[in-house]
């Protein structure tokens, strides 16, 4: 990656989220076996994965419910490894999901990751996609963990039925949709299935589908892989202290700061339509919304 038109914040930006994938060791997790640099550039080299998730939902539409479910078992194996050691990965997408032999998924991008210190129980920083946003993040609600939950569930949903649970040619009615609609469930998914979805479809994130729980699910309990690591202090991935969950509060509490009129989010989006010469939304391409233009709407 050249130095030559990087801002200083980019490459600071850049040499963070080496550092978060130098530690990472996790078969569904795209391995960084090395990094160095020239006067000219950044050199990453990482394990070669063959192709994108984002292509086989482009290529094929949607997957068998089988399929589906060994995808969902690997990407909670990632997350799981990655909450227990207080990483969230901020931008859960199809296309941040490669490929490797044998059908195998691995979590790719950690450019939006976050390792969240001990006494940092909430975040407000606003990162990620907003096809893939949790309703706390398009409100710009202080926001954990479970954010990448949500994500989750968008892409097995997805993965399932060939679209997002909320997908329209505009990102204004878009943010309403994630935050004020329910999710329409298909006949075709299975009551397991269904269940675990909507588990992690859940608008509230305290009512939300998380860990310890998630990981005993019927969905995807017998296929999670968890990577043990007894190292790591306060974890994620455990159920939190009443003590935690006071400070966590109080926390939630001091970070909520009421915004007049529209969120960032929105007013960014209008600005972006605005300056658009044909006056098309944002990430839409002849009035289809483009997964390619709304994956770009916050990088």
Same mark, same amino acid.
């Given at each position: 990656?050249?130095?030559?038109? @990087?801002?200083?914040?980019?490459?600071?930006? $850049?040499?963070?989220?080496?550092?978060?994938?130098?530690?990472?060791?996790?078969?569904?997790?795209? *391995?960084?076996?090395?990094?160095?640099?020239?006067?000219?550039?950044?050199?990453?080299?990482?394990?070669? !994965?063959?192709? *994108? +998730?984002?292509?086989?939902?482009? #290529? #094929?539409?949607?997957?068998?419910? =089988? *399929?589906?479910?060994?995808? /969902?078992?690997?990407?909670?194996?990632?997350?799981?490894?990655?909450?227990?050691?207080?990483?969230?990965?901020? %931008?859960?997408?199809? *296309?941040?999901?490669?490929?490797?032999?044998?059908?195998?998924?691995?979590?790719?991008?950690?450019?939006? /990751?976050? !390792?969240? =210190?001990?006494?940092?129980?909430?975040?407000?920083?606003?990162?990620?996609?907003?096809?893939?946003?949790?309703?706390?993040?398009?409100?710009?609600?202080?926001?954990?963990? &479970?954010?990448?939950?949500?994500?989750?569930?968008?892409? $097995?949903?997805?993965?399932?039925?060939?679209?997002?649970?909320?997908?329209?040619?505009?990102?204004?009615?878009?943010?309403?949709?994630?935050? @004020?609609?329910?999710?329409?469930?298909? %006949? &075709?998914?299975? %009551?397991?299935? &269904?269940?675990?979805?909507?588990?992690?479809? &859940?608008?509230?994130?305290?009512? @939300? $589908?998380?860990?310890? #729980?998630? +990981?005993?699910?019927?969905?995807? !309990?017998?296929?999670? +892989?968890?990577? =043990?690591?007894?190292?790591?202090?306060?974890?994620?991935?455990?159920?939190?202290?009443?003590?935690?969950?006071?400070?966590?509060?109080?926390?939630?509490? /001091?970070?909520?700061?009421?915004?007049?009129?529209?969120?960032? $989010?929105?007013?960014?989006? @209008?600005?972006?339509?605005?300056? =658009?010469?044909?006056?098309?939304?944002?990430?839409?391409?002849?009035?289809?919304?483009?997964?390619?233009?709304?994956?770009?709407?916050?990088?």
């Amino acid at each position: 990656m050249p130095k030559v038109g @990087r801002s200083e914040k980019e490459l600071r930006s $850049l040499k963070r989220e080496i550092e978060i994938m130098r530690g990472l060791q996790h078969p569904n997790i795209v *391995q960084l076996f090395d990094s160095f640099e020239t006067d000219t550039e950044v050199v990453v080299v990482t394990e070669y !994965a063959e192709g *994108q +998730l984002f292509q086989i939902i482009e #290529d #094929d539409g949607n997957l068998p419910e =089988s *399929q589906v479910q060994e995808i /969902a078992c690997q990407l909670v194996s990632a997350l799981y490894y990655l909450h227990s050691h207080r990483i969230l990965h901020r %931008d859960m997408k199809p *296309q941040n999901i490669l490929l490797g032999k044998s059908g195998v998924v691995k979590l790719c991008d950690f450019g939006f /990751a976050r !390792a969240m =210190s001990v006494s940092t129980l909430v975040l407000t920083s606003i990162k990620g996609t907003p096809l893939y946003m949790s309703p706390e993040l398009v409100e710009e609600k202080p926001y954990d963990h &479970t954010a990448d939950l949500w994500s989750l569930g968008c892409i $097995l949903y997805e993965l399932h039925t060939g679209t997002p649970p909320f997908y329209t040619n505009s990102i204004f009615h878009l943010v309403q949709l994630i935050v @004020r609609d329910p999710v329409k469930w298909p %006949d &075709t998914m299975s %009551d397991t299935c &269904t269940s675990f979805l909507k588990g992690l479809l &859940t608008k509230d994130p305290q009512k @939300r $589908l998380s860990w310890p #729980d998630l +990981l005993h699910h019927p969905f995807v !309990a017998d296929g999670v +892989l968890v990577v =043990s690591d007894t190292c790591v202090y306060s974890p994620l991935t455990v159920t939190p202290s009443p003590d935690m969950m006071a400070l966590k509060l109080q926390q939630v509490a /001091a970070k909520t700061v009421p915004t007049p009129g529209e969120s960032r $989010l929105l007013r960014k989006a @209008r600005e972006q339509t605005d300056n =658009s010469n044909r006056g098309k939304p944002v990430g839409s391409d002849n009035g289809k919304v483009s997964h390619r233009g709304i994956f770009k709407f916050l990088k």
